[in-house]
């Protein structure tokens, strides 16, 4: 029985890790879409700042290479950190930031620009700024969506190409806006998709923890679904139930989600993924070996106080 449960882990395990990869290849190939179609806008307008709250900064430049500024606190030195970073490729992005997160951080930053008001957030108001008929709305599905979407980018000829900054501005709002509401449809499919690849498996293991916390509990069901339950930060005293793909893509990334599980498995059974437990040994080891070259004196970690390698008499940089 014992065999049994861990191969049916490890086939979770591996699944969730595919299922992670394949978001990541579409959602870093739709951002690239989404930049190529508004290199002139972009350029035009000289660069965008998408997030400025401190200590979180990312830009775009004109050359659609982004700039990201984070702050973490150093273990060492119990000092904060920041670190600035240049990411050249959409991949890299979409490492770093949930795809509709971006979308809607493009969105905010083209609206500010052109001076609208606040972003809206119902659904009619959205298809009102989008310019979008009700009656010219499609049902689910990722096709007509990506459909939609794809029509929209290909109407936008030479003769609409904006003759102003301004116009720039509302053309990459209304963009960013479709493609954030396509982006949170295409993550609510695959956390779908998912569910039903599990299904088969779930009900031998019963329900997996994946995230346990103080204001979050984030769990596979036996029968293969993905279940939350949130303090959201506008309701601090209460706990809202997340019973839908669509209403998990409001607070979960599905590349954190996937990761999540398949770290929860390997945890629980290492023996599921034995190159995990592997890698893990190694970094634990490397940190702990002592210097080969300690007797040396000549190389960084030497056994000079305050040296920096250099043989000089101590006033190098303090090790850290």
């Given at each position: 029985?014992?065999d049994?449960?861990?191969?049916?882990?490890?086939?979770l395990?591996?699944?969730?890790a595919?299922?992670?990869?394949?978001?990541?290849?579409?959602?870093?190939?739709?951002?690239?879409?989404?930049?190529?179609?508004?290199?002139?806008?972009?350029?035009e307008l000289?660069?965008?700042?998408?997030?400025?709250?401190?200590?979180d900064y990312?830009?775009?430049?004109?050359?659609?290479?982004?700039?990201?500024?984070?702050?973490y606190?150093?273990e060492?030195?119990?000092?904060?950190v920041?670190?600035?970073?240049?990411?050249?490729?959409?991949?890299e992005?979409i490492?770093?930031?949930?795809?509709?997160?971006?979308?809607?951080?493009f969105?905010?930053?083209?609206?500010?620009?052109a001076?609208?008001?606040e972003?809206?957030t119902?659904?009619e108001?959205?298809?009102?700024v989008?310019g979008?008929?009700?009656?010219?709305?499609l049902?689910?599905?990722?096709?007509?969506?990506?459909?939609?979407?794809?029509?929209?980018?290909?109407?936008?000829?030479?003769?609409?190409?904006?003759?102003?900054?301004?116009?720039?501005?509302?053309?990459?709002?209304?963009?960013?806006?479709?493609f954030?509401?396509?982006?949170?449809?295409?993550?609510?499919r695959?956390?779908?998709?998912?569910?039903e690849?599990?299904?088969?498996?779930?009900?031998?293991?019963?329900?997996l923890?994946?995230?346990?916390?103080?204001?979050?509990?984030?769990?596979?069901?036996?029968?293969?679904?993905l279940?939350a339950?949130?303090?959201?930060?506008?309701?601090?005293d209460?706990?809202?139930?997340?019973t839908?793909?669509e209403d998990?893509?409001?607070?979960?990334?599905?590349?954190?989600?996937?990761?999540?599980?398949?770290?929860?498995?390997?945890?629980?059974?290492p023996?599921v993924?034995p190159?995990?437990?592997?890698?893990?040994?190694?970094?634990?080891?490397?940190l702990h070996?002592?210097?080969?070259?300690?007797?040396?004196?000549?190389?960084?970690?030497?056994?000079?106080?305050?040296?920096?390698?250099?043989?000089?008499?101590?006033?190098?940089?303090?090790?850290?």
């Open positions: 029985m014992s049994s449960r861990n191969s049916v882990l490890g086939e395990a591996a699944d969730a595919l299922e992670r990869s394949d978001f990541l290849a579409q959602a870093t190939e739709q951002l690239r879409r989404f930049l190529d179609a508004n290199r002139d806008r972009i350029a000289g660069g965008l700042t998408l997030i400025d709250d401190d200590p990312l830009s775009i430049a004109p050359d659609l290479s982004f700039r990201s500024r984070s702050r606190l150093d060492e030195t119990g000092e904060w920041s670190d600035t970073e240049v990411i050249e490729t959409a991949a992005l490492e770093l930031y949930n795809p509709a997160d971006v979308y809607a951080a969105a905010e930053a083209a609206r500010e620009a001076g609208m008001p972003e809206p119902a659904t108001d959205l298809l009102e989008a979008v008929a009700p009656e010219e709305t049902g689910v599905g990722d096709d007509a969506y990506a459909g939609a979407a794809d029509a929209w980018a290909a109407g936008r000829s030479v003769a609409d190409a904006p003759a102003t900054e301004l116009e720039a501005a509302r053309s990459l709002y209304d963009l960013a806006l479709s954030q509401d396509r982006s949170q449809r295409a993550e609510a695959l956390f779908e998709q998912f569910e690849a599990a299904g088969p498996i779930a009900p031998l293991l019963g329900e923890v994946i995230v346990d916390d103080d204001d979050e509990r984030l769990v596979m069901t036996g029968e293969g679904a279940r339950q949130v303090v959201p930060e506008e309701a601090q209460e706990w809202r139930p997340l839908s793909a998990l893509v409001e607070f979960y990334d599905p590349t954190d989600v996937f990761g999540d599980l398949a770290d929860a498995v390997a945890e629980g059974w023996e993924a190159e995990t437990a592997r890698a893990a040994d190694a970094v634990d080891d490397g070996a002592p210097d080969e070259d300690d007797e040396g004196g000549d190389d960084e970690g030497g056994d000079d106080e305050g040296g920096d390698g250099d043989g000089d008499d101590g006033d190098g940089d303090e090790p850290a």
